[in-house]
C-alpha cells in the first residue's frame, strides 16, 4: 500500500459500483453502498485514500514493493490465515478486491540478521539537557519533494489481467470484458474522454469475468474509454463505431506479452505497433477475417509493457496495453518511472 500523495503514483481508490448505470460487479457490493445518515452521506464506500504501510520481519526483509491491492482488513485477513478464526465483518466485495497480506512476505527464506540503520549521533543535544521539542521553520521558497532515485525489488504478484474491447458497429456500440485471473480478483476504473456520464467502476473476482456496453450515441458515434486497474494495469481503447474493422487483445504469457490482431472489416489493414520502453516500431497487416499473433519479448524492460497500436488508413484508431507481467517470482519497480 502506498500514499496517494508523496509516493509520486496518484492511484484512485478502488469503488464499488452505486448501480448498473455506474458500473458492476461479480460480487455482491450491497455491504459496501449506505443508505445515509446524519453523519454519513448516501453512497457506495470504497477504500479511500492509500496509505504508506511498512511490513517489518524476517521474511520481507530487501526493500521489497508490494502492489497488491490491501486495505485494514488485509491485515485481518492475515490473523484469519495465521490463526484459522474468520473475521465476520468484511464484506464480499472487499474480500474479493483486497489481498491478505500475505503477498508481502516471502516464507521460504528467513533473514534474521540485524538490519543497518542510519546512526542518530547528531540529534545528540550538545549539552546532553533536555530541550522543548524542535519547531521547524518552513523555508520561504520550498522546493518539490523528489522521488528517490532508482529501482526497487518488487514482490510477486497474483494478477493475470485483461481486458478486451469489441465494436459492434450495426447497433453503434462498444463493448469491454473484464477479467482479474483466475488467482486474484479486482476492482478496474474506467473513465471516457468523450463522455460526461462516468467514470464506472468494474469488480471480477478471481476467475470471473464480467462485461459492460456504451452507446454510441452519448459520443457521436465514437468511443474513448481507459481503464486502470492494480498494480500499474492500464488499457485505453479509441476509435469509431460506425464501421467494422480491426480489434487487439493482449495476454501475459510467461515472461512476455501477446497481442492477438483480428480484423472484421473489408479490406485489409495496416497497423503499427509501438513501444514506449524503446525499441523500433512494428508493423503488421492482417486481411480481412484473420488473425495475427505477435509476442513481445520484455526482457529489456523487467516484464513491464507500454505498447500502442495505431492503424495507417484510420487516424482515430488507437488500442494501449500497459502494466506488468506476474509470472510469481521477484521482479522491479516500473523501470520507466522518472526519478531525479
Known amino acids: 500500500m502506498s500514499e ?8 484512485v481508490p478502488p469503488l464499488p459500483p452505486k448501480d448498473a ?3 458492476k460487479s461479480t460480487v455482491d457490493v450491497s455491504l459496501d453502498l449506505y443508505k445515509g445518515d446524519s453523519n454519513r452521506p448516501a453512497g457506495p464506500y470504497g477504500l479511500g485514500p492509500r496509505v504508506p504501510m511498512l511490513v517489518v520481519s524476517p521474511w520481507s526483509k530487501g526493500g521489497y514493493v508490494n502492489s497488491e491491492t490491501l486495505d485494514h482488513t488485509s491485515i485481518l485477513r492475515f ?4 490463526f484459522g478464526v474468520e473475521e465476520t465483518n468484511i464484506s464480499p466485495w472487499r474480500r474479493a478486491i ?12 528467513k533473514d534474521s540478521r540485524p538490519a543497518a540503520l542510519p546512526g542518530t549521533d547528531e540529534y545528540e543535544p550538545q549539552d546532553r539537557e533536555r530541550h522543548p521539542d524542535y519547531k ?7 522546493d518539490m519533494p523528489r522521488q528517490e532515485r532508482g529501482l526497487r525489488p518488487t514482490r510477486p504478484l497474483r494478477y493475470a489481467p485483461y481486458v478486451d474491447g469489441s465494436v459492434d458497429a450495426a447497433a453503434g456500440k462498444f463493448t469491454l470484458a473484464f477479467a ?16 460526461t456520464d462516468g467514470p464506472w467502476t468494474y469488480t471480477t473476482e478471481a476467475g470471473k469475468s464480467i462485461a459492460d456496453t456504451w452507446n454510441s450515441a ?13 498494480a500499474g494495469f492500464v488499457r485505453w481503447f479509441k476509435g469509431s463505431n460506425k464501421a467494422a474493422g480491426p480489434e487487439v487483445t493482449a495476454r501475459h504469457t510467461g515472461n512476455d506479452i501477446e497481442l492477438t490482431f483480428t480484423n472484421k472489416g473489408p479490406a485489409s489493414v495496416r497497423l503499427k505497433i509501438g513501444n514506449g520502453y524503446g525499441g523500433r516500431a512494428t508493423t503488421v497487416t492482417v486481411r480481412p477475417g484473420a488473425t495475427v499473433c505477435r509476442t513481445v519479448d520484455l ?7 507500454d505498447l500502442t497500436v495505431t492503424a495507417d488508413a484510420d487516424p482515430a484508431f488507437l488500442r494501449r496495453f500497459a502494466g506488468h507481467v506476474e509470472n510469481g517470482r521477484p521482479g522491479v519497480s516500473d523501470p520507466a518511472i522518472i526519478t531525479e
Open 218 to 230: 452519448y459520443s457521436n458515434g465514437s468511443y474513448d474509454l481507459t481503464v486502470h486497474g492494480p
Open 79 to 82: 490473523m484469519e490465515r495465521r
Open 180 to 195: 482479474s485471473g483466475a488467482k486474484a480478483g479486482a476492482a478496474f476504473h474506467v473513465t471516457s474522454g468523450n463522455r
Open 4 to 11: 496517494n500523495d508523496g509516493f509520486f503514483d496518484h492511484v
Open 136 to 142: 521547524p521553520t518552513p523555508p520561504a521558497d520550498p
Open 21 to 23: 448505470s455506474r458500473g
Open 299 to 305: 526482457a529489456g524492460s523487467r516484464r513491464w509493457y
Open 98 to 109: 483486497c489481498g491478505d497480506l500475505t503477498s508481502a512476505f516471502d516464507f521460504s527464506r
